[in-house]
């Protein structure tokens, strides 16, 4: 038997209705906070996230499935989806004549990682950009929105750490800070790190080996060495976040696996996933439209982990499962044929509707309608089809009523309603 990759997953009838309440809820509101869908392919040319989210990074340089296709090309699978997102905003210039956008998607990732609880291979995320709004506010309103949705759904616990990666202005006087000491704790670092110092410092505290994290414990904090602007937009963040009664975190080690990243990030992290603990991540990246061939616009966004957060909400599957509003039990060929006719019709307006097609008796049919949860069963057998008198069981109230079949339909309908 051929068995599913390693890494990746089903996610079968009885936790899908719990993925597909998380999206009512996460599409209902962008709807509400003026965000709008997006669809981009699962695959994109490899330079694409090579120049993004940079070559330093464990995502590019371990993680990315990538292949030379049957012509030759260099393909990724998406590792995540804001360089496909500001690719198309650049390629159908979406930021015009209005730069401000608020877009948003919704599917799976990939990323060649251990397999792990809360790691998959193929992973899933829920997506949310700002393209064109400068102002931390903006920010505001993501982490806002995160939380908003994280309430609706019943996750407790939730942590939102924030930190600044200030801009090309006060980054390099942070960095030049943070080598020095990386150079005093040089033999310390893992082999990852220990390349990479040199290169590109600020991985390093994003490493999770725990002897890098012991090196960086006196690591500078970045804060201390944000410009003028970059600090008046992180204390408007702040204030931002207090006056809509967020409380927060601020941590300095928190600076994202991605390189085009800058000033504001963002992370919510929960105790109950272990050792995989953020749900969520993002931060502004101001400068990546520019570097990806786009005019010179800010953006910040979000993403959320699908599958984490699945494994997080305090709601149950089967408070979601779709029930039958009506079973239809039928004895008998001709009845079936006629209670064929009936499913079909039902269906057609709107019931959710049930039957049995094959040749059952009454009582493996009633265990069905059990089973199932039917709210009602309409049975029909030879003495209903002489009469011309379907019979409708409540199946709460065990109440069961005479429907003539030429009020069927409108009957079924009608008391159909309110389950
Ligand atoms: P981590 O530190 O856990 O590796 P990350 O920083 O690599 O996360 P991001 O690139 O910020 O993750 O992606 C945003 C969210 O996507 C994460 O917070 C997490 O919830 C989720 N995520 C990332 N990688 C995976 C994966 N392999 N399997 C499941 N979820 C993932
Ligand atoms: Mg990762």
């Not at 590792?79 to 599917?107: C, F, M, N, W």
């Not at 903006?138 to 942590?159: C, F, H, P, S, T």
């Not at 069963?377 to 409708?392: F, P, S």
């Not at 009020?407 to 009608?414: I, S």
């Amino acid at each position: 038997m051929i068995q599913l990759i390693r890494g990746f997953k089903d996610i079968l009838p009885g936790e899908v209705e719990l993925w597909q309440k998380i999206e009512r809820e996460a599409r209902g509101l962008f709807e509400n906070f003026g965000f709008r869908e997006v669809r981009i392919p699962i695959m994109e040319k490899t330079e694409l996230f090579k120049r993004s989210i940079g070559e330093d990074t464990d995502i590019v340089e371990k993680e990315m499935y990538t292949f030379t296709d049957r012509g030759g090309d260099q393909v990724t699978l998406r590792p995540e989806a804001t360089a496909s997102i500001v690719r198309a905003y650049i390629q159908h210039k979406l930021y015009s004549p209005d730069p401000v956008q608020r877009l948003y998607v919704i599917g799976p990732m990939f990323r060649r990682e251990r397999p792990q609880k809360g790691r998959y291979r193929q992973f899933y995320q829920i997506d949310a950009e700002i393209f064109g709004v400068r102002s931390p506010l903006a920010d505001a309103q993501l982490i806002y929105l995160l939380l908003l949705l994280l309430e609706r759904l019943k996750v407790v616990g939730a942590q939102t750490h924030i930190n600044s990666l200030g801009c090309q202005a006060c980054r390099p006087d942070f960095r030049a800070a943070l080598q020095k000491l990386l150079a005093s704790v040089g033999d310390r670092l893992c082999e990852d790190c220990a390349r990479r110092k040199d290169r590109n410092p600020l991985r390093v505290l994003d490493c999770k080996v725990p002897a890098c994290r012991e090196a960086l414990s006196d690591a500078p904090s970045i804060v201390d060495y944000l410009c003028g602007d970059c600090r008046k937009d992180f204390d408007e963040l702040q204030a931002a976040l207090t006056s809509l009664g967020i409380t927060y975190i601020l941590d300095k080690r928190l600076v994202r696996g991605l390189d085009y990243y800058t000033r504001a990030t963002f992370e919510i992290q929960t105790g109950e996933l272990g050792a995989q603990s953020a749900v969520a991540g993002g931060g502004r990246y101001d400068k990546l439209v520019k570097e990806l061939g786009g005019p010179d616009l800010p953006a910040t966004g979000f993403a959320i982990g699908f599958d984490r957060l699945a494994e997080i909400v305090g709601l149950q599957a089967g408070d979601y499962q779709p029930r039958p509003e009506v079973f239809i039990a039928a004895l008998g060929e001709r009845s079936r044929a006629l209670a064929f006719e009936w499913c079909c019709r039902l269906g057609r307006e709107g019931l959710r509707v049930e039957m049995e097609l094959g040749d059952k008796g009454l009582k493996s049919q009633m265990k069905s309608a059990d089973r199932l949860g039917a709210a009602q069963v309409l049975m029909i057998g030879d003495k209903e089809l002489e009469e011309k008198v379907a019979i409708l069981r409540n199946m709460q109230t065990k109440e069961q009523i005479p429907v003539p079949f030429g009020t069927l339909m409108e009957t079924v309908r009608r008391l159909t309603k309110g389950h």
